[in-house]
């Protein structure tokens, strides 16, 4: 399974960016995928998540309203719209996938079986 995140680059504040995370070696639709992103010195955080076959979707509190996730089935690929970028979404973004993830573990990292290698997210004027 490989998964291959992209998308990323520099935007400025309230600016939008759409994340990519391609699939070889899977059907996406069979997995879970979340986003999670970490920043310098921080811990790796949780952004948002899909759930498999049904499409229930979760977000972390501070970008409910500002990113949205989807799949795209046809093309094996899940993204992450992000609008109203601001300066505290400065990270680099993870894209992760699973199998058989319990909706309470939805948010957990440790949770997720298989990782992209990460696309930077810099919002900066």
Sequence with gaps: VQLQA???GLVQPGGSLRLSCAASGVTLDDYAVAWFRQAPGKEREF???IRRNSGFTSYEDS?????TISRD???????LQMNSLE???TAVYYCAAGRGIIVSSTRDRRAYNYWGQGTQVTVSS
């Design 6 to 8: 992209s998308g990323g």
């Design 63 to 67: 970008v409910k309203g500002r990113f």
């Design 73 to 79: 089935n046809g093309k094996n690929t899940v993204y």
């Design 47 to 49: 952004v948002a998540a």
């Design 87 to 89: 300066p505290e979404d």
